[in-house]
């Protein structure tokens, strides 16, 4: 391809902001942030059109045009100076510059590498497509996936990074879910969404590079504009780094891998990276009494209602269907594949008896501070209060019960009130939250805002392992620690134990009828899913009232199974009738509708006047 052509497709491309072009750049090296801007220089003098040499005030206006960012005329008059001491620049007697054979040479190299990283990365994800949603496969999904999702993506956590290190504003959004099924249909979007999943596989090499070349590179287009005193911060040789991370109790699930959740892959791997660094930075990651104390209280709360159930096979498997995340489902799931009965105080007694000591092998230390007097504090029962009326207003039956708000809040304040009052910069804050909550994170951005803060309190572990990589080697560890949190949005489900509690019921109560296993598979996960009885269960303390609401929901349902086989039934007669008088009956007509009324009564009939076992 002629070079002003190949020039043509790539400003096309940066333009886009798809940013393949600057070389792999350890952020944890010294001297990261020149060199990156040495890049940029160099890619403004090669953008230059063929034939043409370039100023440092031409430099600087083609890359705010190709990047839209400002680059001091300064700033860049210093690093080509720098270049042409290492012969990567020449300088012509009319005092602007060209780039030197060799460098040029190379520049062209990391381009051609650039582009070979994304084709093969284009080549996975239409392998995916092709096989989930062979109807999606056209000849723009690929580039219509990367603008409407990737960049995007990649562009805010770029940006909460930037934002991060220059305490500026910053967002904790849980991006990006609706702009699949937006682009792509309602029937598509879902697919699409565990495609892109998968395509953030930890696991691929080539996914990894790709995705991360380009999240560097959108994050130095931005940092070519910080300032001297932040880069000395960020730097090797600058601040040592040191953070005491409270960890919260979704979080601590998912580092057990107590639940099934895309989470447990993000704590583990972030817990990882943690390791990884230099015993010089002091990172810690710690638990506070309350969270203990709430973790304690849901296992052990799972502890019993796993040995109340006793269900059939059938049942399990329809429960076990229609949970998303669930510390008993994940006990069920186990025991149903066994070959041997497992018992349940064998199974989470060691998590109740001796939680500490598991986590202190895990890498979380206690920080044992009695933090009582913050539930009696006029700030944090305000804080707690508008959150509860938040909750209820936005969610309704799903909202958060008191005692896991009233945690959140107590938390926050206790690790807002261990920073300094006033700090010149994000890294000397040393008490952070992570979190895999996006309800936890969405309350801490308005209390920031309300404190009037720039800098959050919670962080994603997205964000965690972005500002760690200023410190962190980077390593397969890293690469896939940051994957695994930037895919986590697409496939979390939040672990709700309020919702956990409700199913546990419904199913103590079935579990009190006879013949419960003859219970077609269908009405289980309808009476399971249904709102009204949840709703109503979750209101009533009392097993016996529990248990009767249960059998009323069965029996409305064994009306509508009745009422849908009597219209099958009566479409069945009325189109033999008619064919009849028509002289045609079809047989196979009429076998096939009475088969229709054969699965409609299969598929929901139920014993709904079983006795129950009080």
């Known amino acids: 391809m002629p070079q002003s052509e190949r020039k043509k497709e790539v400003q096309a491309k940066l333009s886009s902001e798809l940013v393949s072009l600057v070389h792999h750049i350890e952020l944890n090296r010294t001297g990261w942030w020149q060199l990156a801007v040495q890049r940029l220089t160099l890619l403004g003098l090669w953008l230059a059109p063929t034939g043409t040499t370039l100023d440092a005030h031409g430099i600087a206006i083609t890359l705010t045009d190709q990047f839209g960012v400002e680059v001091g005329e300064a700033l860049i008059r210093e690093q080509l100076e720098m270049l042409g001491q290492t012969n990567n620049v020449v300088r012509l007697p009319s005092g602007e510059y060209k780039i030197a054979e060799a460098a040029l040479g190379q520049l062209e190299e990391d381009l051609r590498a650039a582009d070979a990283l994304e084709h093969e990365a284009e080549a996975r994800f239409r392998e995916l497509v092709a096989e989930r949603c062979p109807a999606l496969a056209t000849a723009t999904i690929w580039q219509e996936f990367v603008d409407v999702f990737l960049l995007p993506l990649i562009k805010h956590l770029g940006a909460n990074t930037y934002n991060l290190v220059t305490k500026t504003a910053f967002t904790q959004d849980a991006p990006f879910f609706q702009v699949l099924t937006d682009q792509f249909g309602k029937d598509n979007g879902p697919t699409l969404k565990q495609i892109a999943a998968d395509f953030l596989d930890p696991g691929n090499a080539t996914v990894r590079q790709f995705v991360l070349r380009l999240m560097n590179s959108y994050f130095f287009v931005q940092a070519s504009s910080l300032d001297a005193k932040t880069v000395k911060a960020l730097s090797a040789n600058g601040t040592r780094f040191s953070a005491y991370i409270f960890v919260d109790t979704n979080f601590i699930f998912s580092l057990l891998g107590l639940h099934d959740n895309p989470a447990d892959e993000a704590a583990l791997t972030l817990l990882e990276l943690v390791k990884k660094l230099s015993p010089e930075y002091k990172v810690k990651l710690y638990i506070l009494p309350p969270t203990l104390d709430e973790a304690t209280r849901v296992i052990t709360q799972a502890q019993e209602a796993a040995l109340k159930l006793r269900l059939p096979p059938s049942v399990i498997e329809v429960a076990l269907e229609t949970w998303t995340v669930s510390i008993t489902q994940k006990f069920l799931k186990l025991a149903a594949a066994s070959q041997r009965p497992i018992d349940a105080r064998e199974y989470f007694g060691p998590f109740v008896k001796n939680l500490i000591a598991i986590l202190r092998s895990k890498g979380v230390e206690l920080f044992n501070q009695d933090l009582a007097p913050y539930k009696k504090r006029q700030d944090v029962i305000d804080d707690l209060l508008d959150r509860l009326r938040f909750e209820k207003n936005k969610y309704g039956s799903r909202s958060k019960p008191y005692e896991q708000l009233e945690h959140d809040c107590v938390l926050w304040h206790f690790v807002k009130d261990k920073r300094p009052v006033r700090t010149e910069s994000p890294l000397e804050t040393v008490y952070w939250i992570v979190t895999v909550d996006y309800r936890y994170l969405g309350f801490d951005a308005y209390l920031t805002r309300k404190a009037e803060s720039a800098i959050p309190v919670c962080l994603h572990p997205a964000m965690l392992a972005q500002l760690l990589q200023f410190w962190v080697p980077r390593s397969v560890e890293f690469e896939s620690a940051l994957l695994s949190a930037m895919r986590l949005p697409l496939l979390f489900h939040e672990f709700d134990s309020n919702a956990e509690v409700v199913t546990i ?105 079983a006795p129950t076992r009080l």
């Not at 579990?511 to 209101?539: C, H, M, W, Y």
């Not at 007669?573 to 076998?591: E, W």
Request: hydrophobic share 45%.
């Open 505 to 609: 019921q419904i199913l103590e109560a079935l579990s009190r009828f006879e013949n419960i296993g003859d219970l077609p598979k269908e009405t289980v996960k309808t009476i399971l899913v249904n709102d009204a009885l949840r709703q109503r269960i979750a209101a009533e303390h009392d097993i016996k009232k529990q248990i009767e609401l249960v059998r009323e929901a069965v029996i409305e349902e064994n009306r509508n199974v009745a009422l849908r086989l009597k219209e099958a039934d009566e479409r069945a007669a009325a189109l033999a009738q008619g064919q009849l008088l028509h002289g045609h009956a079809s047989l196979s007509a009429v076998r096939r509708v009475a088969s229709e009324a054969d699965r409609a009564f299969r598929a929901g009939g139920v014993p709904g006047t």
